[in-house]
């Protein structure tokens, strides 16, 4: 591999030149405009990191603790689907690369391999948790074995996607006809290529997933079938932060679906300080979208998220290399992180606080959180 890899924009250049367009396409952009799809990364520029000076910071401990276990720091896998698309090893090379990396995996519904085969991958390497993506499916019955399948192959928890009722509206998606090439079904829908080939992109999603979804069905239901952490994706205000609390719901993603489903929707990173505000620590507040650098990491952190996912750039770290490429954008984005909390002073996670960061005003002047 190139050593001219020296950041998360080299290794998505690197990606784009060599995925074919339609694919690109599929994994590079988001709803309608786009608009929440750039947010979502430029909204982490206006925050300034305030260093603190003469700090001993020659032992720094990245670690944070999830799921059980400690993982090497606050940053994992987000389920992204399809990734056999940027690699032929898909998920199963994501899975290798967490597990040598130190960090956990979560794996979509729409992965192109069973759960099954994507645990097992990185518990062949290491020690690493993986956790299911879930969508409210019309087919309860089909939806109950996605859960028991997950927890059988040793998932930790259920990311319960709560933004998706339909599917966003994605032109490029539109204008290329999108579909999965022949070959490639989608084993946890147990859906075979042919049935996946007879419909559009948009109608097979429409035909699966419930509109009809609700706190009321979803969560209760969900605990009735499964021991399994439940988690909830896609979240954006304080008021469904308050909700998952009333739920009983173990922790919430603030995420936006990287800007491919309603456009136009906060920056996640924007989103985070309110939500964590009122969780007051009664439920655990993740985030992922537009995460680009350790820099971002640390932000997120200092604004209130206990780790991070990242989505995009497995996709581009398995289309550049496979394993060996994702593990080149968790050790980028690793050295960036632990050089950052140096730099400001902290040696444990546990540091990082809002009295690190400023934020640009408008008029000029920082103003400090």
């Not at 591999?1 to 367009?21: C, F, G, R, T, W």
């Not at 925050?47 to 020659?58: C, I, M």
């Not at 391999?113 to 390497?125: D, Y």
């Not at 952190?301 to 780790?307: I, R």
Request: proline share 5%.
């Amino acid at each position: 591999m190139s050593n001219k890899i020296l950041n998360i924009a080299d290794l998505q250049e690197s990606a784009s030149n060599s995925l074919p367009v339609s694919v690109r396409d599929f994994f590079n952009s988001g709803a309608t405009n786009q608009v929440t799809l750039h947010d979502n990364y430029t909204a982490y520029g206006k925050y300034r990191l305030l260093p603190r000076v003469l700090k001993d910071v020659s032992k720094v401990n990245t670690s944070i603790s999830l799921f059980g276990r400690d993982i090497l720091f606050p940053l994992c896998a987000s389920p992204a689907g399809l990734q056999v698309l940027a690699h032929p090893d898909g998920e199963l090379a994501t899975s290798r690369a967490c597990a040598k990396t130190g960090v956990n995996m979560g794996v979509s519904s729409y992965t192109g391999n069973p759960v099954e085969q994507i645990t097992e991958a990185g518990n062949e390497v290491g020690p690493i948790n993986h956790v299911m993506q879930l969508y409210s499916m019309n087919d309860k019955a089909k939806q109950e074995r996605i859960v028991r399948r997950a927890e059988a192959a040793g998932c930790k928890a259920i990311f319960l996607t709560a933004d998706s009722p339909v599917l966003g509206v994605r032109w490029n998606e539109w204008r290329s006809g999108f579909k999965p090439p022949p070959g490639i079904g989608y084993p946890m829908y147990e859906k075979t290529s042919d049935e996946i080939q007879a419909q559009s992109h948009d109608d097979g999603f429409t035909s699966t997933n419930s509109d009809s979804h609700s706190w009321a069905t979803e969560i209760p239901w969900l605990r009735s079938i499964t021991k399994m952490e439940v988690w909830i994706k896609g979240v954006l205000t304080p008021e469904d932060v308050e909700t998952a609390v009333e739920y009983g719901c173990d922790g919430v993603i603030i995420s936006n679906h990287g800007g491919r489903q309603l456009d136009e929707t906060p920056a996640t990173i924007d989103a985070l300080p309110a939500c964590a505000k009122v969780a007051r620590g009664r439920i655990r507040i993740h985030i992922d979208g537009g995460i680009r650098s350790g820099a971002d990491i640390f932000k997120a952190l200092a604004l209130g998220a206990e780790c991070c996912w990242v989505g995009r750039p497995v996709l581009w770290g398995l289309a550049h290399g496979g394993q060996q490429g994702v593990e080149l954008m968790f050790k980028i984005l690793y050295d960036d992180f632990k050089r950052c909390m140096q730099l400001t002073g902290c040696k444990s996670v546990s540091e990082i606080r809002p009295e690190l960061l400023a934020i640009v005003n408008a008029h000029g002047p920082l103003a400090r959180l």
